[in-house]
């Protein structure tokens, strides 16, 4: 028997972890969507035999496990809403949102409810997201089961010890995508600068990122090795390195690690407060 998995929020990610779960073979009747749009529930109607409803609480009540997919703007006000309609069974509650910790969640639901936050990123949908998870204590072994299947549909999930860490990996995975297009387009530019093809840059660039990430991450060696077997003395390659040494690769790395964990902080702070 299948938990039912209800969402509030019909929007990309959402849709995305729907996909997966379907993938996994769970049932479109274990799953159902609470959207006030109209056209995204006409739009989720029309790919599977979900539940969908525009009502908030019957989704809730519905639900073992209940995803808050909502902007984390909004969040505050959407638990406020089921705040005491929860029901007697105290369903898992489990927030992408990013910024809103476990505390403001337990503040404005009510009551000790489990709670799961989680940070997924955009690669997730499609089937490459690297998600971190905190649990509180009030989650059980099957809850977190649960919650595991949930995210591993859509890519990796890892377990985190201390809630703290979520900032660090909202500056590391949640953010990590841009900082990987932006490297990318500096690689296509600095080509068509110097005669390429737009195109042609664009897309060996692309191929040779996926290339690299496929190679890391299967190869069974440390990125490190990897760098050096591809690195000729006297070569381009290293010819090249040296230019990103010199102007301090990795502290530049560093520091964007710490602004946008400090960022996650604040934005954090500022959303616990606004309720």
């Known amino acids: 028997m299948h938990p ?31 959207e006030p749009d109209a056209e995204k529930r006409t739009a989720l109607a ?4 979900l539940f969908m409803t525009a009502d908030n609480l019957q989704i809730a009540e519905k ?19 089921l705040r005491g309609g929860l029901g ?8 992408i949102a990013a910024g ?18 989680a940070m997924p990123n955009t690669p997730a ?3 490459y997201g690297a998600t971190g998870l905190f649990a509180t204590p009030a989650v059980s072994a099957l809850q977190r089961q649960w919650a595991t299947q949930l995210f591993e549909g859509v890519g990796i999930a890892r377990w985190l010890d201390d809630e703290a860490d979520i900032d660090l990996v909202t500056a590391l995975s949640g953010s990590g995508p841009a900082y990987f297009f932006l490297f990318m387009q500096a690689l296509a530019d600095g080509a068509r600068e110097l005669g390429m093809d737009p195109d042609l840059a664009r897309e060996l660039t692309l191929q040779t990122a996926l290339g690299a990430a496929q190679m890391a991450k299967h190869s069974g060696l440390g990125v490190d090795e990897l760098r050096r077997r591809v690195t000729s003395p006297g070569g381009t390659t290293e ?13 530049i790395v560093r520091e964007t690690l710490e602004a946008a964990q400090a960022q996650a902080l604040i934005l954090s702070k500022a959303l616990g407060a606004s309720m």
């Not at 910790?101 to 503040?107: F, V, Y």
């Open 125 to 127: 949908m499609l089937g």
């Open 88 to 95: 007697s069974h105290k369903p898992l509650i489990i927030s």
């Open 239 to 251: 010819q090249g390195l040296k230019i990103l040494e010199r102007e301090g690769l990795h502290r």
């Open 46 to 49: 029309n790919t599977s035999e």
């Open 63 to 81: 639900s073992d496990v209940l995803v808050l997919a909502v902007k984390p703007q909004i969040l505050g006000e959407v638990c406020q809403l």
């Open 4 to 34: 039912f998995i209800g969402f509030i929020g019909g929007g990309n990610m959402a849709t995305s972890l729907i996909s997966g779960l379907l993938r996994q073979g769970i049932p479109a009747s274990a799953l159902g969507v609470a």
């Open 100 to 117: 809103v910790d476990t505390g403001t969640l337990a503040r404005w639901l009510g009551g000790s409810l489990p709670l799961v936050r």
